[in-house]
C-alpha cells in the first residue's frame, strides 16, 4: 500500500472555521460528543459491519462513517441522527453512481460533502430529498430515515418530504414572480397560513432570516430576478426555509457568486445551524473548512472518509483524502 505523505506545515491545508475553534474553546469539550449506549450493542449496524473498503491507513476497512463510530466515540453525538443513510446504491441504467454509502446528518452540525466532479456528492444529496425520483432511469435502493421513517417508503409523501427536507440549487433560480410572492409561495401551496397579516410575517421572518429584509423591504413588490446573484440565492434560501424545514440541503450554493456575495452565504449558514440540519456539496475545500463541522469525501461514488472537519483537514485517515485536500487531484 502507498505510504502516507505525512502533512507538514507548508502542507497547503484549510484551517478549520475560527468560529468553530473559537467556540469551542468557549464551551470545552461538547456534550454532542458523548458516545450513545446504542452504538455500544450488537445490532447489526451496516456501519460497522459493511463490506470492505481499500486503502484505509492499517488495512482493510468496513464501510463506515469514515472511521469505525464504535472505536471512536468522538464521531458519536448525544442524540439520534436527524437523517440516517444505510447502504445506499445509486443506479442510471446500467451505471452505479454510489456505492454502498452510510452517513448520518446531525441537526445540530453542518456537513459538508467534498470530492472531485462526478464523484456522486450531489446524487448521494439529491436522494436525502427524493428528487432522484425526477430522473426516470434513476433507482436507489438502501435505507434513509428521517426521524426514523423511511422516506422511501410507499406511504411517504413526496411533497411533505421535500417541505421538511428543503433545498437550494447551484444556481439562484429564483420564481418570475415579486419578492414578496418567491418566499410566500410555499407556505401559499401547502396551507401554512390563514390570513394575509399571518403571511406577510412569514415573509418578513424567511427574509429576516435569510439576511435579506434590510435590503429589500422597500422594494418587496419588485421581482425577484431583478436582484442581484448573491441575493437571488438568499432569495431562494429564504423561500427554502419559509416552510419550515428541518433540514436544508446546499447543492453548491456558492459556486456562482462572487467573493463578497459567497462571504454571506457563508454567515447565513452560521446564523442558520442550530434552527435547521444543513448538508452543504461544495468544490471549495476552504469553505468546507469554515462553515462545516463534519465533512464526508466521496471519491468514484463511495465515501471514502467521514470525521471531524478540522480533523480531516489536518490529519485524514485516508491517503486519498489527505491527496485531494493537498491538491495532488480533483
Known sequence: MKEK???TPTTPVPAPSAATVADAKEKGPSTTDAPLAEDQSEDGDPVREGPPLKGRRGGAARVSLGRDVDEDASLRTSRV????????NVFYGDKQALKDVSIDVHEDLVTAFIGPSGCGKSTFLRCLNRMNDTIPSARVNGHIELDGE????????????????????????????????NVAYGPRIHGLTSSRGEMD???????????????????????GTALSGGQQQRLCIARAIAVDPEVVLMDEPCSALDPIATARIEELIHELRGRYAIVIVTHNMQQAARVSQRTAFFHLG????????????TNPREQRTQDYITGRYG
Open 5 to 7: 505523505t505525512p502533512l
Open 81 to 88: 441522527p436527524k437523517m440516517r443513510a444505510r447502504n445506499v
Open 150 to 181: 423511511d422516506i422511501n417508503a410507499a406511504a411517504m409523501d413526496v411533497v411533505q418530504l421535500r417541505a421538511r427536507v428543503g433545498m437550494v440549487f447551484q444556481k439562484p433560480n429564483p420564481f418570475p414572480k415579486s419578492i414578496y410572492e
Open 302 to 313: 463511495e465515501l471514502v472518509e467521514y470525521g471531524k472537519t478540522s480533523e480531516m483537514f
Open 201 to 223: 410575517q412569514t415573509v418578513e421572518k424567511s427574509l429576516r432570516r435569510a439576511g435579506l429584509w434590510d435590503e429589500v423591504k422597500d422594494r418587496i413588490h419588485e421581482s
